[in-house]
């Protein structure tokens, strides 16, 4: 659904096409640093310091979960937790 009037849409594109390629890089990495402090916060890290291969795995899951088939997806989840490869990373092999 959109209520956003066609006129209001271009004034606004306008406006960030105004913006330098780097200001508009960095306002999209603001924005997602953003989202990513509320997922923590609604997966119990409100501070954010939770640096556990599970919650990888949960902010994972979380943010990129429906852009995978479920086999793809549970298997990156497992090698993100550590569950995968014999419990270890691939780069981590010798």
Do not use: N, Q
Request: charged content about 35%; overall charge positive; some cysteine.
């Amino acid at each position: 659904m959109t209520d956003t009037p066609d006129e209001v849409k271009r004034l606004y594109r306008d406006l960030l096409m105004r913006r330098s390629g780097a200001e508009r890089l960095e306002m999209g990495c603001r924005m997602f640093d953003t989202a990513r402090a509320f997922m923590r916060a609604s997966l119990g890290d409100p501070s954010g310091t939770d640096r556990s291969r599970e919650m990888t795995a949960r902010l994972f899951l979380r943010t990129y979960g429906t852009d995978f088939d479920p086999v793809i997806r549970d298997r990156i989840a497992a090698w993100l937790r550590g569950h995968g490869s014999g419990g270890r990373h691939r780069r981590d092999r010798r």
